[in-house]
């Protein structure tokens, strides 16, 4: 194999593993705060139900 063609394959897959990395990264990310949201949603139906039943019992 020529040896420029190495370097351009190599180059490639470097190029290729860094996109793939940061758009990996860009995911967790968005994933994270997807669960942030919906365990906020969660505390907050939580506290909701905790009050009508506490008004309910009184």
Known sequence: MNALATIALGAFAIIFFCLALIIGLIILKK????????????????????????????
């Open 31 to 58: 994933y994270q705060a997807e669960q942030a949201r919906l365990n906020k949603l969660a505390r907050k139906k939580t506290d909701i139900n905790k009050t009508n039943t506490d008004k309910e019992s009184h």
